[in-house]
Protein backbone atom coordinates (compact mmCIF):
# COMPACT_ATOMS: atom_id res chain seq x y z
CA UNK A 1 0.00 0.00 0.00
CA UNK A 2 1.13 3.36 -0.62
CA UNK A 3 2.04 5.55 2.36
CA UNK A 4 4.03 8.62 3.34
CA UNK A 5 5.92 8.73 6.64
CA UNK A 6 6.65 11.78 8.43
CA UNK A 7 8.52 11.26 11.48
CA UNK A 8 8.66 14.60 12.98
CA UNK A 9 5.77 15.83 14.99
CA UNK A 10 7.63 19.23 15.33
CA UNK A 11 10.92 20.52 14.45
CA UNK A 12 11.97 23.47 16.27
CA UNK A 13 15.05 25.25 14.68
CA UNK A 14 16.69 28.94 15.65
CA UNK A 15 16.66 31.63 12.69
CA UNK A 16 19.76 30.78 9.97
CA UNK A 17 20.40 27.70 11.54
CA UNK A 18 19.61 24.37 8.40
CA UNK A 19 16.51 22.75 8.42
CA UNK A 20 15.50 19.44 7.07
CA UNK A 21 11.80 17.93 6.78
CA UNK A 22 11.88 14.08 6.55
CA UNK A 23 9.39 12.52 4.20
CA UNK A 24 9.10 8.69 3.09
CA UNK A 25 7.45 6.90 1.21
CA UNK A 26 6.38 3.88 0.23
CA UNK A 27 5.29 2.96 -3.09
CA UNK A 28 6.29 0.06 -5.57
CA UNK A 29 6.46 2.26 -9.13
CA UNK A 30 8.13 5.81 -10.16
CA UNK A 31 6.65 7.97 -7.62
CA UNK A 32 4.98 11.55 -8.15
CA UNK A 33 6.11 13.84 -4.55
CA UNK A 34 4.86 17.39 -3.57
CA UNK A 35 5.93 18.98 -0.50
CA UNK A 36 2.41 21.21 0.27
CA UNK A 37 2.51 24.00 3.10
CA UNK A 38 0.00 25.49 5.00
CA UNK A 39 1.48 29.31 6.96
CA UNK A 40 -1.39 29.92 9.66
CA UNK A 41 -4.33 30.96 8.77
CA UNK A 42 -3.78 30.13 5.22
CA UNK A 43 -4.50 28.02 2.77
CA UNK A 44 -2.85 24.72 1.86
CA UNK A 45 -0.22 26.23 -0.80
CA UNK A 46 2.16 23.58 -3.15
CA UNK A 47 6.13 24.44 -2.17
CA UNK A 48 7.76 21.86 -4.44
CA UNK A 49 7.00 19.27 -7.02
CA UNK A 50 10.06 15.92 -6.99
CA UNK A 51 10.09 16.68 -11.14
CA UNK A 52 10.66 20.05 -11.22
CA UNK A 53 13.91 20.02 -9.04
CA UNK A 54 13.09 23.43 -8.57
CA UNK A 55 14.00 26.01 -5.81
CA UNK A 56 11.24 27.95 -3.57
CA UNK A 57 11.98 30.39 -0.86
CA UNK A 58 15.42 28.72 -0.65
CA UNK A 59 13.80 24.92 0.07
CA UNK A 60 14.70 22.07 -2.19
CA UNK A 61 14.08 18.70 -2.00
CA UNK A 62 15.59 15.31 -3.79
CA UNK A 63 14.42 12.14 -4.59
CA UNK A 64 16.08 9.55 -3.45
CA UNK A 65 14.38 5.85 -4.66
CA UNK A 66 17.32 3.94 -2.98
CA UNK A 67 16.09 5.52 0.13
CA UNK A 68 12.51 5.93 -0.95
CA UNK A 69 12.77 9.48 0.40
CA UNK A 70 11.94 13.01 -0.44
CA UNK A 71 13.43 15.07 2.17
CA UNK A 72 13.07 18.98 2.37
CA UNK A 73 16.02 21.01 3.23
CA UNK A 74 16.68 24.87 3.82
CA UNK A 75 20.35 25.99 4.40
CA UNK A 76 18.97 28.74 6.61
CA UNK A 77 16.11 28.96 8.50
CA UNK A 78 14.14 31.98 8.09
CA UNK A 79 11.02 33.24 11.25
CA UNK A 80 8.68 33.34 8.20
CA UNK A 81 9.30 29.35 7.02
CA UNK A 82 7.22 29.15 10.37
CA UNK A 83 4.21 26.77 9.03
CA UNK A 84 2.79 23.11 8.68
CA UNK A 85 4.78 20.98 6.04
CA UNK A 86 3.15 17.94 4.23
CA UNK A 87 4.73 15.82 1.87
CA UNK A 88 2.44 14.00 -0.21
CA UNK A 89 2.48 11.23 -3.12
CA UNK A 90 0.25 11.13 -5.67
CA UNK A 91 -1.55 7.77 -5.84
CA UNK A 92 -1.33 5.30 -9.24
CA UNK A 93 -3.93 5.15 -11.87
CA UNK A 94 -5.81 8.21 -13.24
CA UNK A 95 -7.26 9.84 -9.91
CA UNK A 96 -5.44 11.82 -9.09
CA UNK A 97 -5.69 11.28 -5.34
CA UNK A 98 -2.83 12.90 -3.17
CA UNK A 99 -1.52 10.75 -0.17
CA UNK A 100 -0.54 13.00 2.45
CA UNK A 101 1.98 11.93 5.41
CA UNK A 102 1.07 13.50 9.24
CA UNK A 103 2.64 16.98 8.49
CA UNK A 104 5.63 18.34 10.58
CA UNK A 105 5.17 21.74 12.25
CA UNK A 106 8.28 24.15 11.84
CA UNK A 107 8.96 26.57 14.17
CA UNK A 108 11.91 28.66 13.38
CA UNK A 109 12.81 30.71 16.63
CA UNK A 110 14.30 34.35 16.39
CA UNK B 1 -8.42 34.18 -12.11
CA UNK B 2 -6.03 31.73 -10.77
CA UNK B 3 -7.53 30.99 -7.66
CA UNK B 4 -9.88 28.50 -6.04
CA UNK B 5 -12.29 29.92 -3.99
CA UNK B 6 -15.32 28.85 -1.09
CA UNK B 7 -17.82 30.13 0.58
CA UNK B 8 -18.90 30.44 3.08
CA UNK B 9 -15.74 30.69 5.04
CA UNK B 10 -17.78 29.80 8.61
CA UNK B 11 -20.69 27.97 8.24
CA UNK B 12 -22.27 26.87 11.90
CA UNK B 13 -25.11 24.27 11.81
CA UNK B 14 -27.28 22.31 13.98
CA UNK B 15 -27.93 18.50 13.52
CA UNK B 16 -31.36 18.85 11.46
CA UNK B 17 -30.43 21.53 9.09
CA UNK B 18 -29.66 21.19 5.67
CA UNK B 19 -26.87 23.10 4.50
CA UNK B 20 -24.24 23.26 1.20
CA UNK B 21 -20.55 24.52 0.73
CA UNK B 22 -19.58 26.01 -2.65
CA UNK B 23 -16.29 26.33 -4.35
CA UNK B 24 -15.48 27.58 -8.18
CA UNK B 25 -12.84 28.00 -9.66
CA UNK B 26 -12.16 29.62 -13.50
CA UNK B 27 -8.45 28.23 -14.23
CA UNK B 28 -9.92 25.83 -16.91
CA UNK B 29 -9.33 22.51 -14.21
CA UNK B 30 -11.14 19.92 -15.00
CA UNK B 31 -10.80 17.85 -11.49
CA UNK B 32 -12.47 18.91 -8.26
CA UNK B 33 -12.15 17.26 -4.90
CA UNK B 34 -13.29 17.80 -1.75
CA UNK B 35 -11.29 16.73 1.35
CA UNK B 36 -11.88 17.20 5.25
CA UNK B 37 -9.32 18.35 7.83
CA UNK B 38 -9.18 18.08 11.40
CA UNK B 39 -6.97 20.29 12.81
CA UNK B 40 -3.40 19.62 13.06
CA UNK B 41 -3.96 16.81 10.95
CA UNK B 42 -3.85 15.97 7.07
CA UNK B 43 -6.25 16.69 4.64
CA UNK B 44 -8.39 13.66 3.95
CA UNK B 45 -9.95 13.06 0.37
CA UNK B 46 -13.83 12.55 0.45
CA UNK B 47 -14.58 13.16 -3.66
CA UNK B 48 -12.82 13.45 -7.21
CA UNK B 49 -14.58 15.13 -9.79
CA UNK B 50 -13.26 14.53 -13.25
CA UNK B 51 -14.42 15.97 -16.07
CA UNK B 52 -17.61 16.59 -14.20
CA UNK B 53 -18.30 12.68 -13.21
CA UNK B 54 -17.78 11.57 -9.79
CA UNK B 55 -14.43 9.40 -10.24
CA UNK B 56 -13.74 8.61 -6.35
CA UNK B 57 -15.84 8.45 -3.14
CA UNK B 58 -13.53 7.34 -0.35
CA UNK B 59 -16.90 5.21 1.23
CA UNK B 60 -18.07 9.24 2.73
CA UNK B 61 -21.21 8.69 4.22
CA UNK B 62 -24.36 9.63 2.58
CA UNK B 63 -24.95 13.01 4.33
CA UNK B 64 -22.59 14.75 2.38
CA UNK B 65 -23.57 14.93 -1.18
CA UNK B 66 -21.21 16.53 -3.82
CA UNK B 67 -22.62 17.69 -6.90
CA UNK B 68 -20.70 19.21 -9.88
CA UNK B 69 -23.07 21.24 -12.09
CA UNK B 70 -20.50 22.13 -14.76
CA UNK B 71 -16.99 22.31 -15.08
CA UNK B 72 -16.11 25.74 -13.06
CA UNK B 73 -18.45 24.71 -9.87
CA UNK B 74 -18.67 21.78 -7.10
CA UNK B 75 -20.77 21.98 -4.40
CA UNK B 76 -21.10 19.64 -0.99
CA UNK B 77 -25.08 19.51 0.21
CA UNK B 78 -24.75 18.43 4.01
CA UNK B 79 -27.84 17.39 6.03
CA UNK B 80 -28.03 15.77 9.09
CA UNK B 81 -24.53 15.69 9.82
CA UNK B 82 -22.91 14.97 13.22
CA UNK B 83 -20.95 16.68 15.90
CA UNK B 84 -17.60 14.99 15.08
CA UNK B 85 -18.13 16.19 11.09
CA UNK B 86 -17.07 19.39 12.35
CA UNK B 87 -13.77 20.15 10.87
CA UNK B 88 -12.21 22.51 7.77
CA UNK B 89 -13.56 21.16 4.48
CA UNK B 90 -11.31 21.75 1.77
CA UNK B 91 -11.99 22.09 -2.12
CA UNK B 92 -9.00 22.05 -4.55
CA UNK B 93 -8.39 21.22 -8.09
CA UNK B 94 -6.22 20.62 -10.60
CA UNK B 95 -5.68 20.15 -14.72
CA UNK B 96 -7.06 16.87 -15.34
CA UNK B 97 -6.69 15.16 -12.27
CA UNK B 98 -4.58 12.49 -14.29
CA UNK B 99 -1.52 10.40 -12.70
CA UNK B 100 1.69 11.03 -14.52
CA UNK B 101 0.94 14.04 -15.91
CA UNK B 102 2.30 16.40 -12.76
CA UNK B 103 -1.48 17.33 -12.23
CA UNK B 104 -0.95 19.67 -9.37
CA UNK B 105 -3.92 20.27 -6.76
CA UNK B 106 -4.34 23.77 -5.92
CA UNK B 107 -6.73 24.44 -3.03
CA UNK B 108 -9.14 26.68 -1.60
CA UNK B 109 -9.12 28.30 1.57
CA UNK B 110 -11.79 26.40 3.12
CA UNK B 111 -14.89 26.30 5.21
CA UNK B 112 -14.84 26.19 8.70
CA UNK B 113 -17.64 24.03 9.47
CA UNK B 114 -18.87 23.46 13.30
CA UNK B 115 -22.26 21.21 13.64
CA UNK B 116 -24.02 21.72 16.80
Known amino acids: AQRVTQPEKLLSVFKGAPVELKCNYS??????LFWYVQYSRQRLQLLLR??SRESIKGFTADLNKGETSFHLKKPFAQEEDSAMYYCALRAPGNTGKLIFGQGTTLQVKP | DTEVTQTPKHLVMGMTNKKSLKCEQH?????MYWYKQKAKKPPELMFVYSYEKLSINESVPSRFSPECPNSSLLNLHLHALQPEDSALYLC???????????????FGPGTRLTVL
Open chain 2, 27 to 31: MGHRA
Open chain 1, 50 to 51: HI
Open chain 1, 27 to 32: YSGSPE
Open chain 2, 92 to 106: ASSLRGLAGYQDTQY
